[in-house]
C-alpha cells in the first residue's frame, strides 16, 4: 500500500496566520490527492481534490499544491472556523490512504 | 439535496456479524460509486471498501485488514449500500462512514453522519 506522511501532527496558530501542511507518498500519486477537514463528531468535508482544484463553496484561502510525491495544503489567513483536524488522502490506487491528520489548534 | 443515512451499528462480541447500511436519496443512486470509511476512537480516517457502478461491472476493493471478512453490496432498486462485516475483532471498532463516489476526478464528494460498531466482550 502506498504510504501517506503528513507533518506536522499538531499546529499551533493564530487567527490570520499562514498555515502550511505537508503530506508527502511512498512513491509517485500523480496528482490523485484530496485534502480533508473534520471537526469532532463531524464527517471529514473534502477541501481540495487532484492536488488542487478547489471544492466548491469551498473558501478561496484554502489551496492545494504538488505533484508526484510532495503535496501541501495552505491556508492564506487562518479563521476561527478554521480550528480543525485536516487529513490527506491518496486515491491513486487501492487501498485508498490517508495520512496521519494535523490538528490545528488556537495558539 | 444529496443524502447519505448510516443505519445498523451497535455493541456486539468478537467474532460475531453486523451489517450496515446506506440508504441514499436525492440522486440516482445506481450511476454512482459507493465507498465505505472507518474512524476509530480518537484515531485518524481509514479506507475500508468500494464498489463500483453496474455500469463499470459492480465489482469490489477492499482494504486488507477487512479483505475476507466484511463484504459490500448495494441494492439498486432501494438506494441502499451495505457493508456485511463477519468475524468482526475488537480493533474493528470504529464509525463508519458511507460515502458518494469517484466523482469528476474527487474520490468521494459527500459523505453520511455515521454509525458507530463497537465490538467489546
Redesign the interface.
Known amino acids: ?1 502506498i504510504q501517506m506522511t503528513q507533518s506536522p501532527s499538531t499546529l499551533s496558530a493564530s487567527v490570520g496566520d499562514r498555515v502550511t501542511i505537508t503530506c508527502r507518498a511512498s512513491q509517485s500519486i500523480s496528482s ?1 490527492l ?1 485534502w ?1 477537514q ?1 471537526k469532532p463528531g463531524k ?4 477541501l481540495i ?2 492536488a488542487s ?1 478547489l ?1 466548491s463553496g469551498v473558501p478561496s484561502r484554502f489551496s492545494g499544491s504538488g505533484s508526484e510525491t510532495e503535496f501541501t495544503l495552505t491556508i492564506s489567513s487562518l479563521q476561527p472556523d478554521d480550528f480543525a483536524t485536516y ?1 490527506c ?1 491518496q ?1 491513486d490506487s ?8 494535523t490538528k490545528v489548534e488556537i495558539k | 439535496e444529496v443524502q447519505l443515512v448510516e443505519s445498523g451499528g451497535g455493541l456486539l462480541k468478537p467474532g460475531r456479524s453486523l451489517r450496515l447500511s446506506c440508504t441514499a436519496s436525492g440522486f440516482t443512486f445506481g450511476d454512482y460509486a459507493m465507498s465505505w470509511f472507518r474512524q476509530a476512537p480518537g484515531k485518524g480516517l481509514e479506507w475500508v471498501a468500494f464498489i463500483r457502478s453496474k455500469t463499470y461491472g459492480g465489482t469490489t476493493e477492499y482494504a486488507a485488514s477487512v479483505k475476507g471478512r466484511f463484504t459490500i453490496s448495494r441494492d439498486d432498486s432501494k438506494s441502499i449500500a451495505y457493508l456485511q462485516m463477519n468475524s468482526l475483532k475488537t480493533e474493528d471498532t470504529a464509525v463508519y462512514f458511507c460515502t458518494r463516489g469517484t466523482v469528476n476526478s474527487r474520490p468521494v464528494d459527500y459523505w453520511g453522519q455515521g454509525t458507530l460498531v463497537t465490538v467489546s466482550s
Open positions: 500500500d490523485w484530496a480533508y473534520q464527517a471529514p468535508k473534502l481534490y487532484k482544484t471544492e487529513y488522502q486515491y487501492y487501498a485508498w490512504t490517508f495520512g496521519q491528520g
